[in-house]
């Protein structure tokens, strides 16, 4: 083969690995001509979204290019939703389902999500989390994982993945082997997961195994390190984790994509082109990219970084072709599972809504509460929200309580403002409730120290009020409590039916 043919086939190879997002809602140039140069891939987010039927347009022009395209969606339902992100979502997430515990439920929503997913032309969600949230302070998983049971977490896994695979969208499990027991958000920085390998084993592997069995055929890998198995790189780049564990232990022989490679827990110490190349050589076969990058330089830089691996030496030629054989594969056969999915109306049976519902859990002093007789004042205490969350999507309960009990007035709360004090508690909580109800709404008070301490103070001075937490429950001062187990529209909208009408409790 010629020089200039070899570097062809590299830049093709070297393209076909990358799964790049974009901006905008229709394609821009530079994907299309990277489409028809052996881009295989692409991933939208809540930029390139505004209705399903924008959508479906957007990835039939992709299609264009290639029949047999991946495209890939961060689609969790409940806080972490794309294809809603305008509305939030009309799904609960893993956290209440898994309360619920009703598998065929969550199966339901699964299928349910999976035929909007597929009426939009996605073919691969990264999605369901199979983390198992051990550790109630992690700051990146939380409501997003089934639960803290890897049996609980482990069969809801499982449901997930035939309800999203029976509607025609392939699914993956993340973040492998593991992001439950963590205390640092890998977006920033690099977390570490110190168990030893039979604790691993027991706590955080059983939802990977029962999603291999289910039949997945992708699995995204996590960014932290697992010194039990590799105490020098992180998941994401270590073959110990990669080829020793995931295939070989856990047999998996389908498609490992990487997290998002742009996450500071790989490029704060190799940089996004050293990171993509390390990911490769230790088994990587398709690199998410661009939800932070999202420029066609950086798809080019990517693509100069594994052609001058090959081409130096650092990256076997093999191993590039081997995750662009593995990647061709899963495409061909996402594509025919896109095709068999069933063709039904999406979100048409409420499924989302009776989901929500079930997941709410109410102390007695609350149901002694209600109903509400009188328009409340809300205050809504909001966090900081993790990268994968978002900052732009609606959550809460006063919009959705507003609409049942006209004259609701409400006002959200964030830390930085108690705490440099350009909010007092008192002018914007207390005394817009005199002589109404109020309803406080919480996002993991347990978490966060402020919002604690503000619960703490408000129900103090109002022992009647009502909070509504939409995070991991914890240990409050409060004895009126609601709890929906997320923060999606669909709990918010689950919360302020329970607040006015005791039929629905």
């Known amino acids: 083969m010629s020089s200039s043919k070899h570097s062809s086939e590299l830049r093709r190879l070297a393209l076909s690995v990358l799964q790049p997002g974009f901006v905008g809602t229709e394609a821009p140039d530079w994907i299309l001509r990277d489409i028809g140069d052996g881009l295989a891939s692409v991933v939208l987010f809540s930029r390139n979204i505004v209705s399903t039927e924008q959508v479906a347009r957007l990835t039939a022009q992709l299609r264009a290019e290639n029949p047999d395209l991946i495209v890939a969606i961060d689609e969790e339902a409940g806080d972490v939703t794309r294809i ?24 339901a929503v699964a299928a349910d999500l999976g035929r909007q997913l597929r009426a939009a032309g996605v073919s691969l969600d990264y999605a369901p989390s199979a983390d198992v949230n051990s550790n109630p302070d992690n700051p990146i998983i939380g409501v997003r994982s089934f639960g803290s049971d890897p049996e609980v977490v482990s069969r809801h896994t499982t449901a997930w993945i035939r309800g999203l695979q029976s509607s025609g969208v392939a699914a993956c499990a993340k973040h492998f082997p593991g992001h439950g027991d963590v205390a640092v958000d890998s977006h920033h920085d690099l977390p570490a997961y110190p168990a030893g390998r039979d604790e691993i084993a027991a706590q955080a592997l059983p939802p990977f195994r029962a999603a291999v069995a289910a039949g997945v055929r992708a699995v995204m890998s996590g960014h932290l390190l697992v010194p039990a198995y590799d105490p020098d790189l992180p998941a994401t780049l270590s073959r110990r984790i990669l080829h020793g564990l995931l295939r070989e232990e856990l047999g998996f022989d389908g498609l490992v994509v990487s997290d998002a490679i742009e996450m500071g827990a790989v490029t704060r110490r190799y940089g996004i082109d050293g990171a993509t190349v390390k990911a490769v050589a230790a088994g990587v076969d398709a690199v998410c990219v661009g939800g932070e990058s999202a420029e066609e330089a950086t798809v080019a830089l990517l693509v100069k970084a594994l052609t001058a691996a090959v081409t130096g030496g650092e990256l076997a030629e093999e191993r590039l072709a081997g995750a662009a054989d593995r990647v ?150 409060a004895e009126a409590q609601i709890f929906t187990h997320g923060a999606s529209a669909a709990s918010g909208v689950a919360a302020a039916e329970v607040l006015t009408d005791t039929s629905a409790l």
């Open 84 to 107: 809603e992100s305008a509305t939030g979502s009309s799904r609960p997430g893993n956290f209440a389902l898994g309360t619920v515990d009703d598998p065929a439920l969550t199966e």
């Open 328 to 477: 061709r594969e899963f495409a061909r056969w996402s594509a025919g599972l896109r095709a068999a999915g069933a063709a039904q109306d999406p979100t048409g049976d409420g499924i989302g809504h009776v989901a929500a519902r079930r997941a709410l859990r109410l102390t007695g002093a609350a149901r002694a509460a209600l109903p509400l007789t009188a328009a409340p004042h809300v205050v809504e205490l909001a966090p900081v929200t993790n990268m994968a969350i978002g900052k732009e999507t609606p959550w809460g309960v006063a919009g959705p309580l507003a609409e049942r009990l006209p004259g609701t007035t409400s006002v959200r709360v964030r830390g930085q403002e108690l705490e440099e004090g350009t909010v007092a508690l008192e002018s914007c909580a207390l005394e817009p409730a005199v002589g109404r109800p109020l309803v406080i709404v919480a996002r993991d008070a347990a978490r966060h120290a402020w919002m604690s301490r503000a619960v703490t103070g408000l129900t103090a001075a109002r022992p009647d009020a009502i909070v509504v937490e939409m995070g991991l429950p914890g240990a409050t001062t």
